[in-house]
């Protein structure tokens, strides 16, 4: 299931880049690639428009949701987690040696 959700996550964000940069920030976008007026004729710039900005948003949501359902399916992550909280409890219970001073030293100076 861990692998599943991974290699979905991966194929959506493949995907939002490519409609992403499929976008033009000047409005051309899609329709100016293909061959400009025929293809405007054909889907219209307006609508091209409207697609890419619904599929951004629409694989934005879905990487999103895989990313958190790809964190609760993680194969192990609680025995790793009990293992560091015990290590970390550990050290805390040991005190720190107390540093000796040789007296011989103080006296000299």
Partial sequence: MYTLFVSLTIFASVLLVLVVLAQNSKGGGLSSQFGGS?????????????????MTWGLAISVMALVLATNFTTPGSTAASDELLERAKEQQEVPAPALKQNSADTTKK
């Fill in 38 to 54: 025929s293809a405007s004729n054909l889907i219209g710039v307006k609508k091209t428009g409207d697609l890419l900005e619904k």
